[in-house]
């Protein structure tokens, strides 16, 4: 079964401030993948794992982000001295293949929101 | 660069009538594309996909048609209903790609009662 819970749901700070979200898949899941979302557009790769080891980072992951998967399974993103412009929602996602067309289909968690004052 | 978009921001339609989302793509290398829905305050659901050896597929009440030679994919909603107001978006991905996702701007769809 695929399922992802993604901590904190909302999160309010202050800019300058330091964040961390994280990812728990319910079942093993060799990849996770971490997307950001802003208001009315689409989600936007930032990075992803296969297993512990960090595969590809976007260019939208500036030096003020990191991600881990230190053990294969959760994940935490931190964003470190935030600023306005971080606030989107952050999304979690896992690969499916649900008897779909058998594409690279995402299950995507219901993401941790972001608000940097 | 390469880019995934939609060509409405907004669509309103009555209840029991049929919706048509369209979208177009730029990277031709894309052989794969899934529209997601997603309702306020929770993460995209996956709705249906095709593969780009296909111009057509069938879902339960969505059909997803793919125009490979002028890049574009729409999504058909049958007898649309008060549940399926969300806001939806294409993706594009390549096989091989690590399952790496496109997506494009939403497109909201709001149903009449």
């Known amino acids: 079964d695929t399922g992802v819970s993604q901590d904190p749901r909302h999160k309010i700070t202050k800019r300058g401030q330091n964040v961390t979200f994280r990812c728990d898949p319910i079942?093993?899941?060799?990849?996770l993948y971490w997307y950001r979302q802003t208001l009315g557009q689409g989600p936007e790769f930032l990075t992803y794992f296969q297993n512990e080891a960090q595969l590809e980072k976007s260019r939208l992951l500036s030096d003020r982000f990191s991600a881990e998967r230190p053990k294969g399974s959760f994940s935490t993103l931190e964003i470190q001295r935030t600023e306005q412009g971080d606030s989107a929602m952050y999304l979690c996602?896992?690969?499916?293949?649900?008897?779909?067309?058998?594409?690279?289909?995402?299950?995507f968690g219901e993401g941790s929101r972001l608000t940097v004052l | 660069g390469e880019s995934v978009g939609l060509h409405l921001p907004t669509l309103s339609v009555q209840e029991g009538d049929n919706s048509i989302i369209n979208c177009a793509y730029s990277?031709?290398?894309?052989?794969?594309f899934i529209w997601y829905k997603q309702e306020s305050g929770k993460g995209p659901q996956f709705i249906i996909d095709i593969r780009s050896n296909m111009d057509k597929r069938q879902g339960q009440r969505v059909t997803v048609l793919l125009n490979k030679t002028v890049k574009h994919l729409s999504l058909q909603i049958a007898a649309t209903q008060p549940g399926d107001s969300a806001v939806y978006f294409c993706a594009e991905g390549v096989t091989g790609a690590n399952s790496k996702l496109t997506f494009g701007k939403g497109i909201t769809l709001s149903v009449r009662p």
């Open positions: 079942s093993e899941h060799n990849r």
């Open positions: 990277n031709s290398a894309s052989d794969y």
């Open positions: 996602a896992l690969p499916r293949s649900s008897g779909s067309a058998g594409t690279g289909e995402l299950f």
